[in-house]
Nanobody
Framework: QVQLVESGGGLVQAEGSLRLSCAAS????????MGWFRQAPGKEREFVAG???????YYADSVKGRFTISRDNAKNTVYLQMNSLKPEDTALYYC???????????????WGQGTQVTVSS
């Protein structure tokens, strides 16, 4: 069983930055791929970024060059550094975990409760 707790969301102006964190429980964190997804009101949940158990990273085209995903296995934590934020990045951001490989579809075993990111114009 893996429990995930996100933090770091908030209100920021356009072109600003935020760093999201996702703290995971469990002793096998380094065998999990971690993903960040987001869901805006009235829209489907969409893939934002993922990092495999071996450190390979993947990004949605909409955030490539602006967002960076990283992980610290010693701290059981994954991060999402978000720069040059746009109003269209406003959403509830979720952290998710699954064994080994990243999927861009939401087929993950474990999910956090989400942290709200709001970008004002």
């Amino acid at each position: 069983q893996v429990q995930l707790v996100e933090s770091g969301g908030g209100l920021v102006q356009a072109e600003g930055s935020l760093r999201l964190s996702c703290a995971a429980s469990g002793r096998t964190f380094n065998s999990y791929a971690m993903g960040w997804f987001r869901q805006a009101p009235g829209k489907e949940r969409e893939f934002v970024a993922g990092i495999s158990w071996s450190g390979g990273t993947y990004y949605a085209d909409s955030v490539k060059g602006r967002f960076t995903i990283s992980r610290d296995n010693a701290k059981n934590t994954v991060y999402l550094q978000m720069n040059s934020l746009k109003p269209e990045d406003t959403a509830l951001y979720y952290c998710a975990a699954r064994k080994f490989i990243v999927l861009v579809s939401p087929e993950y075993e474990y999910w956090g409760q989400g942290t709200q990111v709001t970008v004002s114009s």
